[in-house]
């Protein structure tokens, strides 16, 4: 899988934009804060339907336009797939693959596939377990279409859940028993369903990432990854049974996968609290690049590789050793600090204020 071009149009800084790919590595150079990350956030769109920075659809949308357009043309297991993605200002946009609309965004889904690298992703250590949760689901939907739905589901019931846990005001009358039943039960049936694809997923990223753990490190380390379910080892339909009057009490479900954790450790010891910033580094690119390798193992195409500034928050030997580790396939790196040693792109663009020039590789 390879992205030939992409084409922009009022999309964040870009009035107007086209880009032309190499099947290889292409790297969008210039200083801070000029459009580079927009060149990767609108190939992320085009994967997902969403900014991989977390931004809202009106934000993507240059300042004075009303709409964006967005397209890129795949080239998907030596199938031509054109993607085209309006975003409105206000208002939901439209998806055409091969102009035929999609009546749905997760029939997008496997068009075209990335995996992002940025510098945020040492949060994926660092931060709250929702970021480990994002990843994981993140993972599950680039393998399948059916975990989006899965995860769909499973939001829907708890938003139904919850609004009626506030209607209720801590108060549990027959009406409100009767239609809790339902949900509670539909929770249990979706969340078990998804803690055990997650929990599946652990299982096979954790030797993925145990080894490029050591590659990127250039040492060995014990590196563990667990997934803890928040009901324990029973079953959840008795968990959500037997939290029902705290949930009514707080006007919140308090048991399910949302509150679940992937507990990450470097040589034993909890990796957010215990491990050096260096290490935390080094796990958060082990986990990106077990996620890309367990995806190419299962499609069988590697997702594009986009690697946001990621080389000016490395050390030259991580940097080296991520260099050497990338997985085979296409990759589009941005950077303001130049190339980084060791990288030997096969197209270059220069880019400042907003518009891109085409300069020689290195």
């Not at 753990?213 to 029973?234: K, L, T």
Request: charged share 25%; proline share 4%; aromatic share 4%.
């Amino acid at each position: 899988m390879h992205l030939r071009r992409l084409w922009l149009r009022d999309f964040r800084c870009y009035e107007q934009a086209e880009l032309v790919f190499d099947e290889g590595l292409t790297a969008l150079l210039g200083p801070n804060g000029h459009g580079k990350t927009n060149v990767l956030e609108a190939i992320g769109y085009l994967a997902s339907l969403s900014s991989f920075r977390g931004a809202p659809n009106e934000a993507l949308v240059r300042a004075g336009a009303t709409q964006a357009i967005v397209r890129g043309e795949v080239d998907n297991a030596g199938r031509s797939v054109l993607i085209e993605a309006e975003i409105n200002a206000v208002g939901r946009g439209r998806v055409q693959v091969n102009k035929q609309r999609l009546p749905r965004a997760r029939d997008l889904l496997g068009a075209l596939r990335v995996t992002v690298f940025s510098p945020d992703d040492l949060e994926l250590v660092k931060g709250g377990p929702g970021l480990r949760r994002g990843f994981l689901d993140d993972t599950l939907v680039s393998l399948h279409p059916r975990y989006d739905a899965l995860r769909s589901d499973l939001d829907r019931v708890l938003r139904q859940r919850n609004t009626l846990l506030k209607q209720a005001g801590g108060r549990l009358s027959d009406d409100v028993a009767t239609t809790l039943d339902v949900w509670d039960a539909k929770l249990a049936e979706s969340g078990e369903a998804l803690a055990a694809a997650r929990t599946e997923l652990v299982d096979r990223l954790r030797p993925a990432m145990a080894g490029a753990y050591d590659r990127v490190a250039g040492r060995h380390a014990e590196v563990a990854a667990v997934y803890q379910r928040c009901w324990g080892d029973g079953s959840l339909a008795e968990a959500v049974a037997a939290s029902r009057r705290d949930d009514l009490r707080r006007g919140l479900t308090l048991v399910g996968p949302h509150r679940d954790e992937l507990a990450l450790s470097v040589g034993a010891l909890p990796a957010r609290t215990h491990a050096s910033q260096g290490e935390q580094r080094s796990l958060a690119l082990a986990m990106r690049l077990a996620s890309h390798e367990i995806v190419l193992a299962e499609t069988g195409t590697a997702p594009v590789l986009l690697l946001d500034d990621v080389f000016s928050e490395l050390d030259p030997a991580r940097s080296d050793a991520l260099l050497a580790n990338l997985p085979v396939g296409q990759a589009v790196l941005s950077s303001a600090a130049g190339l980084p040693q060791g990288a030997q792109p096969g197209r270059v663009y220069r880019v400042e204020h907003g518009h891109l020039a085409v300069a020689p590789a290195a």
